[in-house]
């Protein structure tokens, strides 16, 4: 059996550790909320793709449109101070 190996060295050296630092933990935590309102909205967007929409559906649309909206603004006062 011959065994087919590269002859030459990978080009970039992973670094050893490739978890993510405290900082970056951190951002995406801060960003959690936003992310969670824009599934949701998308969730509710998707259910829609295979049906008329009805006045329910409409609501879930718009109440999670809202909820992203609130997530992003707070978002945006975390990350200014606070100074709006």
């Not at 065994?3 to 080009?11: K, P, R």
């Not at 998308?42 to 718009?62: H, K, M, N, T, Y």
Request: hydrophobic share 50%; no cysteine; aromatic share 4%.
């Amino acid at each position: 059996m011959v065994f087919i190996v590269a002859l030459q060295s990978g080009v970039t050296r992973l670094p050893v550790d490739l978890e993510p630092t405290d900082a970056e933990l951190a951002v995406i935590e801060a960003e959690m909320p936003v992310i969670a309102a824009d599934v949701e909205l998308l969730d509710a967007l998707i259910v829609l793709l295979d049906r008329d929409p009805s006045e329910f559906d409409g609501r879930r649309v718009r109440r999670a449109y809202r909820k992203l909206l609130a997530a992003r603004a707070a978002a945006g006062n975390r990350a200014s101070g606070g100074a709006a």
